[in-house]
């Protein structure tokens, strides 16, 4: 009952096994030798406190890797067959897999598009004499000229482009000409 009484003082207040003395030790106040050090609990693993750690664990020793038979289990020309056949198939599935890379051509856009063999350039002949300061230069706007939405009527298909001042003519001054122009 002595015992018990000091093995309740010891657990402060803790539910510990009866005689159990690793649960006394584990709740038990560390050991203090020097008041500047706390090292915790001694002795509760081991009670040789120089003694190194084991690098061989519980499973590696249990455990060992099987080990064959050693002998052949298969003769020296049916592993040389299987490793040729397996080979063989490699080597096919390979080349089904992963097909030659094509021909590299490493010719320029100009080599491909304007040096084709016998084409002779020539210039076409015109019909007319043109003036390029007085005309209007045909453009993929001028020729598209009456699908542009936001622009002014063009009252000159020659020269479409020109300035107008009819978005800003008041409606009543408009109303007084003679032909209006068309609503695009």
């Excluded at 001028?142 to 699908?147: A, I, L």
């Excluded at 298909?157 to 003519?169: C, D, I, Q, Y």
């Amino acid at each position: 009952m002595a015992e018990q009484t000091a093995s309740m003082k010891t657990n402060s207040g803790k539910c510990l096994q009866q005689h159990s003395w690793m649960q006394e030790r584990a709740v038990a106040s560390p050991d203090i030798e020097d008041p500047k050090k706390i090292h915790g609990h001694k002795g509760i693993f081991t009670t040789d406190q120089r003694c190194k750690m084991d690098t061989l664990t519980t499973y590696k020793a249990t455990h060992v890797p099987l080990m064959g038979p050693g002998v052949r289990l298969r003769g020296i020309r049916r592993e040389l067959l299987e490793k040729h056949i397996t080979q063989v198939i490699r080597e096919k599935i390979h080349t089904e897999q992963s097909p030659p890379p094509p021909e590299a051509d490493y010719s320029s856009t100009t080599q491909k598009d304007f040096c084709v063999p016998g084409f002779v350039p020539s210039r076409p002949k015109s019909t007319r004499v043109h003036d390029y300061k007085r005309e209007q230069a045909i453009t993929f706007w001028s020729e598209n000229c009456q699908q542009i939405q936001g622009v002014t009527p063009i009252r000159n298909l020659n020269a479409p482009f020109r300035k107008s001042a009819l978005f800003s003519t008041p409606i009543s001054e408009r109303l007084d000409e003679e032909d209006l122009p068309p609503d695009n």
